[in-house]
């Protein structure tokens, strides 16, 4: 059986993205909201957690692949009848400048691995 590739689609992602995050009041994202659905992911997915808490990869490397694993989830979850869509990097960049402050939208989360990983640096050093 040959694997079906997923296909991306802006306005899909946009859609979805706005249904969960867009204040539509203030129409920009509710940026706590958003960070700690992103938080939610980084906690609950191991890989993504081991890296949080071990990795030498930049804390906005992760905070980006956090946040598209989310998008990704979102994005097929939505439009799942219509066939296998996912998010795209470009899509989330754009939704970010749109609505939002650009990649400073996700700094919270940035701050929250760096927190988490200097909490894994001090428990390992109380260890010994």
């Not at 939610?40 to 490397?61: I, Q």
């Not at 899509?91 to 650009?102: D, E, P």
């Amino acid at each position: 059986m040959k694997h079906q590739r997923k296909r991306t689609c802006k306005a899909k992602t946009l859609a979805s993205l706005e249904s969960r995050f867009l204040d539509h009041k203030a129409g920009s994202i509710d940026e706590a909201y958003l960070n700690g659905q992103i938080m939610l992911m980084l906690d609950n997915e191991r890989g993504l957690y081991d890296a949080m808490r071990h990795s030498r990869r930049k804390p906005e490397a992760l905070a980006w692949e956090a946040f598209l694993r989310l998008a990704e989830g979102i994005v097929g979850d939505d439009w799942r009848g219509d066939g296998g869509w996912t998010a795209a990097s470009a899509h989330l960049k754009a939704f970010l400048s749109t609505y939002g402050n650009g990649y400073a939208s996700i700094q919270p989360t940035v701050r929250y691995i760096q927190a988490e990983r200097n909490n894994a640096r001090h428990e390992s050093r109380s260890d010994v």
